[in-house]
């Protein structure tokens, strides 16, 4: 029995570690060939061993998605390596928490650039390939699937701008659903709640510590939860969209 993926190509940003490696790990299991994005090099490289001992097809593009050149030639050198592009996993992303009031304004930026813009820049890249994807064999059918969170839906004290940001990530996503859909290319949102990974790691130990108060007592979600969330929305068959999929550890509140 053939893989459900097979034949298809698919680029995941931010693969060197947590979501965008088990995404790019469970793609490359169903049969894409997968081009993983990130900036560190060895990280990808590392990735890029282990699907291909497993028998999969796997590039490692070392690039910053927040630089509109490097985005571009990162969709590009995917479909000169692999021919096409089916599925692309916009997963790259940064959380820096805290107060609004006195913050490092170059946190905000950081989060601005990499959530909102190089998400942009990725998308925008990879648009035509996704629609020429869609008109031919095997699916018929291609998919965008962007990586938001669960402060893409609430707003909370203390992470005022990446809630903006991640507003922003739903909302073009919905925009650009409602533009695509006709033509056979499905936009999805995957909003996880808390996951064990290295995204909280970049903040101020402060801030780290308000996390740690927060989540420390629950079972958090694993970088696999996300994955097969993705999975299963890029398997549907041709007629089915699942747009938008909010996954929570059962004991996360809000």
């Known amino acids: 029995m053939a893989s459900t993926l097979e034949g298809t190509v698919a680029l995941v940003t931010g693969a060197s570690s947590g979501i965008g490696e088990a995404t790019a790990e469970a793609l490359a299991a169903e049969g894409a060939a997968v081009a993983v994005v990130a900036r560190r090099q060895d990280r990808l490289d590392d990735l890029v061993a282990r699907i291909t001992k497993d028998g999969g097809r796997a590039q490692a593009i070392a690039a910053d998605v927040t630089d509109r050149a490097a985005a571009e030639a990162a969709v590009a050198g ?19 928490l805290g107060p609004a009031v006195g ?50 839906r609430v707003a909370r004290a203390g992470s005022a701008v990446y809630n903006a940001t991640k507003h922003g990530v739903g909302a073009f996503s919905e925009g650009l659903r409602q533009e695509l859909t006709g033509r056979h290319v499905r936009v999805g949102l ?32 694993q970088s696999e939860d996300i994955a097969r969330a993705v999975l299963y929305m890029v398997t549907q068959p041709r007629h089915s969209a699942v747009n938008e999929i ?5 004991e996360q509140e809000g």
């Open 103 to 152: 913050a490092p304004i170059e946190e905000w930026e950081r989060m601005v650039s990499l959530n909102l813009t190089g998400l942009l820049y990725v998308a925008h890249a990879a648009a035509p390939h996704l629609l020429a994807a869609a008109d031919d064999e095997p699916r018929r059918v291609a998919d965008l699937v962007n990586i938001s969170s669960v402060a893409g």
């Open 246 to 250: 909010l996954i929570r550890p059962t």
């Open 190 to 221: 995957v909003e996880p709640g808390a996951v064990e990974t290295e995204l909280a790691s970049h903040n101020r130990p402060e801030v780290l510590a308000n996390i740690q108060k927060r989540f420390g007592g629950i079972e958090r979600l």
């Open 78 to 96: 995917t479909v000169d390596a692999f021919g096409r592009l089916d599925i692309v996993i916009n997963n790259a992303g940064v959380m820096l």
